[in-house]
Every structure is written in structure tokens, then in C-alpha cells.
């Protein structure tokens, strides 16, 4: 089958970039991403591709390039499914906050709505497309919902997650170390996967285009995280080991990763992991692993996550503890918010779990993050219902500019390892604190040395 027009429903922050890109590379292929939210279709059409709503290097020129040739973006769900021969869902899949398995399971109801908008608009054969994460398994209610409630056509589940990365997501996508397409194997089966194949061909070398059944695909994406996110929590558990014992994590770190077999990658001690994945999806794998009544696979994998709490309540307590314990109307600098650099995205940050326990030792937070809007940092402590709004935006300030928000501050935490951060002028920063000045490094950013120097007392982690 020959594709020619393609639909992607969800126009976040894997949607948006990873059709821009399909759309940039298959210039023959129209690729129309619809989704729900206006604000967030409008943003994406905005004349000025600075304004697109998700930040990624690189974003904004593909776009600039393909929108409006063979590239759009639409609130018109409906027409767009009836026009595709090819569907991605790449909606959300968060963890569930009510009902049976509140706090683990993936909440499928925006993948249910899409299926159920599909079966009811599509008038001929369609292939559908898991992009976003799912449960293994959750192909089969698919196509059980397609069939159902369709019209009598022919629909082809395949699952093809998404493994980029945000900051690098436009790299990821370019040069991406594998494609991983699932189908069914039947002849049906295999013709929509060739069909996916030929899109990726385009740009992908066909050997790193990995094709599998379903199940395997649809497991290999949580197996992908569950193993990411595990060395990231594997380094942070030596890094308070290494606190005690005079050991460096990032010595550690560097010794254990010249080791082919384990790799230099994914191995920087930090306050802690953040982001809208690793944590909503081990914590489907536990709920997935229990299901099965597998105890013990549900146990060890729900260490990852407990390591990963731990590692931001001990970041906060350390800075409690050497700030004479109290930081009680003490002003305290976050340099960033996101959850990593080069995004704007701050689900699951750190810096929200480390500010919310500030507060309520009653610190005053002070807030710069280069691609973080004011309105955010308050709406993410908001979220956590911690204390109500009003008391929120009473103890939690954002700031323009970095040298206004660690004025007269008694202490820096560094929340995210923006570059920029390094450049600064920190004996400008010094001399604007009060003493004694000290700087908490959650990612182990700045020069040590310099800043000793300069007077700062400095801490970073697993050292
Ligand atoms: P997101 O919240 O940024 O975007 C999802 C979009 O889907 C939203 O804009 C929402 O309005 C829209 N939507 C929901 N239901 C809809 C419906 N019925 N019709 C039309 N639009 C609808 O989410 P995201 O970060 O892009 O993640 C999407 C999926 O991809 C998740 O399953 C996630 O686990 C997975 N994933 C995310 C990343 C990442 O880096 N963020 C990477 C790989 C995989
Ligand atoms: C992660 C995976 O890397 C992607 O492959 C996957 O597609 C995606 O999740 C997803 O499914 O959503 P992402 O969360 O965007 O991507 O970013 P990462 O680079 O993985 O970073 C996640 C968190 O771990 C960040 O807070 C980062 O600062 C932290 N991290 C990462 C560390 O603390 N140490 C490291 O060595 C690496």
C-alpha cells in the first residue's frame, strides 16, 4: 500500500516533532496532526515558528519548511481520519488517579476515545498506529473496538513507540538508533507493516528498521525506560554511598562506563530523574507485572522508583541540614525548572518535588528557568495540591533574570543543567548573596574549583 496521507491524533511533544519530521523527509506524504486543544493547534500554527508550543532545537526550521507544503496542523479530528490511510495515536497515557490501579496503571481512556473516533468515521481500510506508550497488550482492545464499532472496514493495529528523547528529539528522530515496528503475522499483517517501513525508508537505513509481533513492541518500549531509568537510579544509590565514603560518583561513574560492556551513557548522578515517562511507565510495568501475579519482577522494578523519590527528598533535607537547619524565610535561587535542558517541559521535574518540600520548611523560592513561564512553576505546585494556590504564590517567585533571582539569596540550588548556567558571572553572584554563600549542584554542573575560589561553599552530588 502506497501511502499518501497520513493523521496523527495528539499534537504534544511526541506527535508535533515526529510528524514534522515524517512531513520533512516525505515530502510526497501528507501528514496532518490534529488534536483537541485549540490554544495548542494555534500555537503550532502561529506565523512566527518561535512560538511553536514545544521548545526543541531544530523544531522550529523543520517546521518553518514543511507547514502549510505537506504539513498541518488542525482541530478537525474527524475529516483528518477519514482522509488517512495511516493513523498514529500519539496521545497521552498517564497514570490512572482514580478507580482500580490509581497511582500505576497507564490511564487508557484517551486511547479509547481515539479508537472509538476511528471505528465511527472510517469509511475504508485503515492502518492504525500505537505511538504513545502503552500496556503490553493493549493492541488486542483496539482492534477489539474497531471491529465492533466500525463501519465494516478492514483495520491493521500496528505498534511503532516512539523513543526520542526531548532536548534531542529532532536529533532522534533524524538519525534515530532503531525503528521498532510491531504488526500481526498475517499476510494483512505484514502489508502494513511494509507500508510503515516505506515511510521510515525514506530516511532511515532499512537494517536499523526493526520489525517484531505486537507484543514485543509494545513490551520492548517499557522494557526500554524501566532499563534507562534504572541506571540513572542505580548511579544516584551510589552517589549517597559515595557522600559517606569520600568516593566521587562522577570518578565512579567514568571507571565503570570505560567498561564496554556497560557503556559511559545515562550514567550522571542528579537530584533526581523527572519527565513524563520514566516514572508513569515502570510504574505500569509494576502494575502490569502484578496483574500476572508476578510478585517478586513487580518488587524490583518498583525499586527504580523508590531510589528516585528518595534521591530528591535527600537533595532538599541536605540543603535544610546545611543551611544550620532552617531555611525558614531564607531565600533560596533555583537555576531551572525543566526536567532536563533544552526543553520546556517540567512534568515530573525534580525541581517541583525539592521546592514543595522547601516550602514547607516556609524557604522563599526564587526561580529562573531560561524556557519556564512563571504561570507553570505555580501551576506545577498546584498540581501536587500540596497547599492551596494562594499560599503557593506566596513562597514561590519566578524571575527574568538569574542575577535578580540569586540576589541576596542565602543559598543556589541548580535544578536543571542548563548550559548557560556555567557562563555566568559567579563572582558577580557571590558578591550580590549573603554569606556565607552556598551553592547546592543537583547535576553537578559547575567548576568546583572556581567556585570554592571565588568563597562559595559547594555541594554537589555523590561527592
Ligand atoms: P502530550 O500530553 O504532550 O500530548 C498529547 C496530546 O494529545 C495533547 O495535546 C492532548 O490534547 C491530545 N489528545 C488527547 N486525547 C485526544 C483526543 N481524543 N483527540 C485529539 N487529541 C487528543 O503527550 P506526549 O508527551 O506527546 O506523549 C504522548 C505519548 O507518547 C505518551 O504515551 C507518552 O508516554 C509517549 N512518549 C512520550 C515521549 C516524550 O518525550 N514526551 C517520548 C516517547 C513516548
Ligand atoms: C526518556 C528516554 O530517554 C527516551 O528514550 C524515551 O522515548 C522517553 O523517555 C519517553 O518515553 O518519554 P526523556 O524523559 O525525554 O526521554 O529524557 P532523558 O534524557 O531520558 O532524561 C530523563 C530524566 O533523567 C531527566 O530528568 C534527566 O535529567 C535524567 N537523567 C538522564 C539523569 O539524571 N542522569 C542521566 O545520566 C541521564
Known amino acids: 500500500m502506497n501511502i499518501t496521507k497520513i493523521c496523527c491524533i495528539g499534537a504534544g511533544y511526541v506527535g508535533g516533532p515526529t510528524m514534522a519530521v515524517i512531513a520533512q523527509k516525505c515530502p510526497h506524504i501528507q501528514v496532518t496532526v490534529v488534536d483537541l486543544n485549540e490554544e495548542r493547534i494555534a500555537a503550532w500554527n502561529d506565523p512566527d515558528t518561535k512560538n511553536i508550543p514545544i521548545y526543541e532545537p531544530g523544531l522550529d526550521a523543520i517546521v518553518a519548511e514543511a507547514r502549510g507544503r505537506n504539513l498541518f496542523f488542525s482541530t478537525e479530528v474527524d475529516k483528518a481520519i477519514e482522509e488517512a490511510q495511516l493513523i498514529f495515536i500519539s496521545v497521552n497515557t498517564p497514570t490512572k488517579t482514580y478507580g482500580k490501579g490509581k497511582g500505576m496503571a497507564a490511564d487508557l481512556k484517551y ?6 473516533q476511528i471505528a465511527r468515521v472510517a469509511k475504508d481500510n485503515k492502518i492504525v498506529v500505537e505511538k504513545s506508550t502503552l500496556p503490553v497488550r493493549t493492541a488486542e482492545a483496539i482492534k477489539s473496538i474497531l471491529d ?16 526520542l528523547a526531548e532536548g534531542t528529539a529532532v536529533q532522534d528522530l533524524l538519525q534515530p538508533d532503531r525503528i521498532l515496528i510491531g504488526g500481526d503475522t498475517t499476510s494483512e499483517g505484514q502489508k502494513a507493516i511494509d507500508a510503515l517501513v516505506e515511510v521510515y525508508a525514506n530516511w532511515v537505513p532499512t537494517e536499523q528498521i526493526l520489525t517484531t509481533n505486537v507484543w514485543s513492541s509494545e513490551l520492548s518500549k517499557l522494557t526500554a525506560n524501566a532499563f534507562l531509568a534504572q541506571r540513572i537510579s542505580s548511579v544516584n544509590a551510589m552517589s549517597e554511598l559515595c557522600e559517606k565514603t569520600g568516593a566521587s560518583i562522577n570518578e ?7 567498561d564496554s560492556r556497560i557503556g559511559p551513557k545515562f550514567l550522571k548522578a542528579s537530584v533526581g530523574f523527572g519527565g513524563s515517562c520514566f516514572q508513569k511507565d515502570i510504574l505500569n510495568l509494576v502494575y502490569i507485572a502484578k496483574s500476572y501475579g508476578l510478585h517478586e519482577v513487580a518488587v524490583y522494578w518498583e525499586q527504580v522508583i523508590i531510589m528516585n523519590d528518595h534521591q530528591k527528598r535527600r537533595f532538599s533535607s541536605r540543603i535544610v541540614q546545611t543551611l544550620f537547619n532552617t531555611v525558614s524565610d531564607k531565600k533560596i535561587a533555583f537555576l531551572g525548572w525543566a526536567f532536563k535542558k533544552d526543553t520546556n517541559d517540567t512534568r515530573e521535574s525534580a525541581a517541583i518535588y525539592v521546592a514543595d518540600d522547601l516550602i514547607n520548611e516556609h524557604a522563599q523560592i526564587a526561580v529562573f528557568d531560561p524556557k519556564v513561564s512563571a504561570k507553570k512553576v505555580l501551576n506545577d505546585l498546584n498540581y501536587l ?5 494562594d499560599q503557593n504564590a506566596a513562597y514561590v517567585l519566578s ?9 541576596d539569596a542565602h543559598a543556589i540550588a541548580i535544578l536543571t543543567e542548563w548550559d548557560e548556567f556555567i557562563h555566568y558571572d559567579w563572582q558577580q553572584i557571590y558578591d550580590n548573596m549573603q554569606k556565607p554563600a552556598f551553592i547546592f549542584d543537583g547535576r553537578n554542573l559547575l567548576n568546583e574549583e572556581q567556585l570554592r575560589t571565588i568563597g562559595f561553599v559547594y555541594q554537589s552530588i555523590g561527592s
Do not use: D, W
Open 111 to 116: 486511547i479509547e476515545l481515539c479508537a472509538r
Open 148 to 163: 465492533h464499532t466500525g463501519n465494516g472496514v478492514q483495520f491493521q493495529i500496528l505498534s511503532n513507540p516512539e523513543f
Open 252 to 258: 565512579v561513574a567514568k571507571a565503570i562506563g570505560m
Open 385 to 389: 495540591e500540596t497547599r492551596t494556590a
Open 399 to 407: 524571575f527574568e533574570n538569574p542575577y535578580e533571582a540569586c540576589k
